[in-house]
């Protein structure tokens, strides 16, 4: 994903090891009691006649991240005894369309793109995984409805059937804040849209600038506007206006669209609720954007960023302390939309069906499966029966609570929408509408970038 890959998610030349044994295990089992061992111990009595398969993998995470997924495949080989491999690639978006072309596909392929899985459903490379899979993700993952449509997809027969487990979240709907300041000013953390507007009126009322906001990223300039826009949109518009938006069945210049572009200016577009004044919100790095929230005194308050970004915050910065992060609030007046969240995910697919990779399916409906990587670093879960308290720090449990009780979930629109429109015409249109152009003169730009597409 476009936006994912800024946030750090991809990549280097193709890597492949070997299985993991008994001495790989990060967490001794039945040792500590915040894991679900029990999970553990019945999948691995259910399998103990997969020793000697050979498996292989090929995903999406390398660096710190591969060796975080190596530490839980580690607890599958030691349950099953299967060999299995993992592998990836600095373009493993191409690599996986290589490989299934050839007829040498992985059994298992991982990639955060439903889009291109879609695709490799509809050429009859991916194996559906069952009824039951699809009804278990249903009942038990926050939002569970919204992640079943993202792994389910049309095959080369054209029927619909559920391809793609849902494993590896990342939450985007936050605004961040420091304590210190709101407790020095008296403010609360808003709970409804009406609210934040209103604490935003009255930051600028006590002689306060209310929001940081930074677009710049160099050739990418403007996303970090998208992601607004995309949580707006979820916040006034039911989850299906949103899906026919990222598909151009609802054009950029539906007055929805239009609505939540001017939504998002009303924020960015004032002189008095943002750090630097309108000119500064193009001209700012968002890397560099948060830092206002540290100033003595500060030169803001509030920062809508994804969970990411506590990586460019000040050094030694403790978090639920010197910085801390509220639910992007919904509107009292559609309350009817419930809570959405906006992020992304990786799924898992079978591209060459065995008996192993069919048991590593089954391995990620184990609570272990989830918690051992939630005690370590970078992952959040929307399944509901993980233990909360084995997330690293209180950060993630939070976040990760975020999406289990989510009542919809969409993964980052503009990602959703062909290259030349959700990284490029989008992003320049908001550093356009910024710097002066009108919601409906943006929209009608960018809608036709999007028609001139063949």
């Keep these: 994903m476009r936006k994912t890959f800024l946030m750090g998610v991809a990549a280097a030349a ?25 999970s553990y111990d019945d999948f691995k009595a259910a399998h103990a006649d997969l020793k000697g398969e050979q498996m292989t993998i090929f995903g999406p995470w390398r660096g710190e991240d591969e060796a975080f997924f190596r530490s839980i495949l580690a607890y599958f080989t030691e349950a099953t005894g299967v060999d299995a491999k993992y592998s990836s690639s600095e373009n493993y978006e191409q690599q996986i369309v290589i490989d299934t072309q050839a007829g040498s596909p992985p059994n298992i392929a991982i990639l955060p793109q439903p889009g291109l899985l879609a695709d490799l459903a509809g050429k009859g490379f991916l194996t559906p995984l ?30 619909e059937a559920f391809y793609a487990f849902p494993y590896k979240a990342d939450v985007k709907s936050l605004v961040w804040y420091v304590p210190e300041n709101f407790k020095e000013a008296g403010y609360k953390v808003p709970t409804t849209m009406e609210e934040l507007h209103a604490l935003t009126d009255q930051i600028v009322k006590d002689g ?37 938006w990222t598909t151009n069945e609802v054009k950029f210049t539906d007055p929805a669209v239009v609505a939540a572009i001017e939504e998002f200016g009303s924020f960015a577009k004032n002189e008095k609720y943002v750090s630097g004044g309108v000119a500064a919100v193009a001209a700012t790095d968002f890397r ?8 003595v005194p500060p030169k803001c308050y509030l920062h809508h960023q994804a969970s990411f970004i506590p990586s460019f915050f000040p050094e030694g910065t403790k978090l639920g302390q010197d910085a801390d992060f509220f639910y992007m609030p919904t509107y009292a ?20 069906d065995s008996k192993a990779a069919r048991a590593f399916v089954e391995f990620l409906k184990t609570p272990i499966a989830h918690e051992v990587w ?51 015409a989008f992003w320049t249109g908001m550093v356009d509408f910024v710097g002066g152009k009108s ?16």
């Design 439 to 454: 919601a409906e003169d943006t929209t009608k730009q960018i809608q036709g970038a999007w028609d001139a597409i063949k």
């Design 333 to 352: 007046a559609h309350a009817d939309l419930g809570k959405p969240v906006l992020g992304a995910g990786t799924l898992v697919t079978v591209t060459k």
């Design 288 to 295: 560099d954007s948060p830092k206002g929230l540290f100033g």
């Design 130 to 159: 069952g009824d039951e899979t699809s009804a278990w993700v249903k009942e038990n993952y926050g939002a569970g409805d919204s992640w079943v449509g993202y792994g389910t997809y049309k095959g080369k027969d054209g029927k």
């Design 208 to 244: 306060g600038v209310p929001w940081c906001i930074g677009l710049g990223s160099g050739g990418a300039t403007g996303w970090p506007a998208t992601d607004w826009i995309e949580d707006i949109m979820l916040r006034q518009q039911k989850p299906d206006v949103y899906d026919k």
């Design 14 to 38: 193709l890597l492949a090891a070997g299985a993991a044994s008994a001495a790989d295990l990060k967490f001794a089992p039945g040792q500590d009691s915040k894991f679900n061992w029990k």
């Design 374 to 424: 939630m005690a370590q670093s970078s992952f959040l879960t929307p399944y509901k029966g993980v233990n909360t308290a084995a997330y690293a720090n209180d950060q993630m449990k939070r976040e990760g609570e975020i999406l289990t009780t989510a009542t919809t979930f969409r993964f980052d629109g503009s990602d959703l929408m062909p290259g030349k429109i959700g990284a490029g």
